[in-house]
């Protein structure tokens, strides 16, 4: 069994999983970080926005304007979060759209690059002209 385990561990799909899942959480902490502390910033200077002390609160003990007290204090309705989740989803999938369609042009523009035709040695361009030459000569 851990014969068949270490073949399963070892297998190339496996490791390459592991490294993109690895990859993929240290992007998502900039992507994180891009969203939050360079973009959000903008929208709450542009608009005075502050969604995340949005919310309701579900019973009268709740008096704080600020989220994190107003948690303490009872059961809140946190819908603030919820729009600034909702405002880095967009982000993201609009940023991850930008990404994918840039990487499909570069990979069409090396395609181009790679079938475009190669320059003829010239011994084959020689051998091309004495060919021509051949055929114009009457016989």
């Known amino acids: ?28 902490r900039i992507v994180d970080s891009l969203v939050g502390d360079l973009i959000m910033p903008i929208f709450g200077a542009i608009g005075g926005l502050d969604f995340s002390n949005y919310f309701l609160g579900l019973n009268s003990a709740v008096t704080s304007p600020v989220l994190a007290d107003a948690k303490k204090q009872g059961a809140v309705f946190a819908y603030g979060n919820f729009i600034t989740v909702g405002i880095n989803f967009v982000i993201i999938a609009v940023a991850l759209f930008l990404v994918v369609k840039l990487i499909n042009r570069v990979r069409r523009a090396e395609k181009v690059t790679d079938d475009a035709p190669k320059p003829k040695p010239d011994d084959v361009l020689l051998l091309a002209e004495i060919r021509d030459l051949l055929k114009q000569r009457p016989m």
């Open 1 to 28: 069994m851990l014969k068949e385990f270490k073949e399963f561990a070892m297998k190339g799909n496996v490791l390459d999983l592991a490294i993109g899942v690895v990859i993929g959480a240290a992007f998502g």
